[in-house]
């Protein structure tokens, strides 16, 4: 579910600021996990097989971007929110061989940032945000 998690780690620290460093990291872990299956799917699939995963346009887009980008290519996607396709990304890496040493602790950190700034932003305006949601909006 897109922008689920974030919503999740940000109504669970405005409800319980004593656990607020915990749920970016239990985010951040499930994250990484799940990206590790899609990486190595894609390993799997290699690039003949990425094809019949993502479309031909979407395809040649995210291999230059990855071929390119570099670290960049790596951290920006996982700070990037819903819509980008993160799971289409995470295919094309491993299909294109890159290195996992490399690729895991990049996007992990990244995806700890992301989840570790909505936690704080759930810190400070924690009580408008529950009034929001217990409202019905």
Request: aromatic content about 12%.
């Amino acid at each position: 579910m897109p922008f689920g998690v974030d919503a999740l780690v940000i109504y669970l620290t405005a409800r319980d600021h004593g656990l607020f460093w915990l749920y970016p990291l239990l985010a951040t872990a499930g994250s990484v996990g799940g990206a590790a299956v899609m990486f190595w799917i894609g390993r799997k699939a290699g690039d003949v097989g990425l094809p019949r995963l993502i479309s031909k346009d979407r395809l040649e887009r995210l291999r230059a971007r990855v071929q390119k980008g570099g670290a960049v290519a790596v951290a920006l996607p996982a700070l990037l929110p819903p819509p980008f396709p993160l799971t289409p990304f995470v295919l094309t890496c491993g299909a294109l061989k890159v290195n996992p040493w490399w690729f895991f602790p990049t996007f992990g950190l990244m995806r700890l940032l992301r989840f570790s700034v909505g936690a704080a932003l759930a810190l400070l305006y924690g009580p408008g945000i529950l009034r929001v949601l217990e409202s019905g909006m």
